[in-house]
């Protein structure tokens, strides 16, 4: 069965190891989290664990969501998501999930929102080095080059190619990051202490769940 929990970045510290050395480490507020609902093949043609973190105000629930977070007898969560199983749960919707679950685990996938940056040029984006400063450039520094060609290209024609590298929008996108070391886990402030940076910025939410590739 997949471990997953819900949680938020704080921020990132260090911590030393047995050895002594400094180990780079970005804490995580993981749970309290909510099952809110169980699917079943019966009811859902799959089988999952739908969980949710965090408590959102009354006066911004809406009424779908309410009648949701009733039939387990929960409050509506901010942040819900699901989490796949193989075989069907012997746990009940209302029933809280924390830190407790990795025990024995000591890696982790982590999946979270990625900084937005905006719209951004070639350099920023992609990390051009841009056009040449010397005599006779003008205005154009910062800029990509040429984007089309003059001659045709096996089934592409003349036109700009399909995943052309250029300037657009950069960031806010869902990003994985694999096998992060559980350096410390507090079960008293439900706090994990995972090795390396994840994505996102602080207060970011995230989703940690067991590697898929590290025991």
């Given at each position: 069965?997949?471990?997953?929990?819900?949680?938020?970045?704080?921020?990132?510290?260090?911590?030393?190891?047995?050895?002594?050395?400094?180990?780079?480490?970005?804490?995580?507020?993981?749970?309290?989290?909510?099952?809110?609902?169980?699917?079943?093949?019966?009811t859902?043609?799959?089988?999952?664990?739908?969980?949710?973190?965090e408590?959102?105000?009354?006066?911004?629930?809406?009424?779908?969501?309410?009648g949701?977070?009733?039939?387990?007898?929960?409050?509506?969560k901010?942040?819900?998501?699901?989490?796949?199983?193989?075989?069907?749960?012997?746990?009940?919707?209302?029933?809280?999930?924390?830190?407790?679950?990795?025990?024995?685990?000591?890696?982790?996938?982590?999946?979270?929102?990625?900084?937005?940056?905006g719209?951004?040029?070639?350099?920023?984006?992609?990390?051009?080095?841009?056009?040449?400063?010397?005599?006779?450039?003008?205005?154009?520094?910062?800029?990509?080059?040429?984007?089309?060609?003059?001659?045709?290209?096996?089934?592409?024609?003349?036109?700009?190619?399909?995943?052309?590298?250029?300037?657009?929008?950069?960031?806010?996108?869902?990003?994985?990051?694999?096998?992060?070391k559980?350096?410390?886990?507090?079960?008293?402030?439900?706090?994990?202490?995972?090795?390396?940076?994840?994505?996102?910025?602080?207060?970011?939410?995230?989703?940690?769940?067991?590697?898929?590739t590290?025991?």
């Amino acid at each position: 069965m997949t471990a997953m929990i819900l949680g938020k970045k704080l921020g990132m510290t260090r911590l030393y190891n047995e050895q002594g050395k400094i180990e780079p480490v970005t804490v995580v507020l993981a749970g309290p989290c909510t099952i809110m609902q169980i699917k079943t093949m019966d009811t859902d043609g799959y089988m999952a664990l739908q969980l949710g973190y965090e408590d959102l105000k009354k006066s911004r629930c809406k009424k779908p969501q309410t009648g949701h977070a009733e039939k387990s007898g929960a409050s509506v969560k901010r942040f819900v998501r699901e989490v796949r199983l193989d075989e069907e749960s012997q746990q009940q919707p209302g029933e809280e999930v924390t830190v407790e679950i990795f025990e024995g685990i000591n890696y982790v996938d982590v999946t979270g929102t990625t900084k937005g940056k905006g719209y951004a040029g070639v350099m920023k984006r992609f990390g051009f080095k841009g056009m040449s400063a010397s005599h006779g450039t003008e205005r154009k520094h910062r800029h990509p080059g040429g984007i089309g060609s003059n001659s045709g290209s096996a089934g592409t024609g003349r036109g700009i190619r399909k995943g052309k590298k250029m300037a657009g929008h950069m960031g806010h996108a869902n990003h994985t990051t694999r096998n992060h070391k559980i350096v410390a886990v507090d079960k008293e402030n439900n706090l994990l202490m995972l090795r390396g940076a994840v994505a996102g910025p602080r207060n970011g939410y995230l989703v940690i769940r067991n590697s898929k590739t590290k025991v």
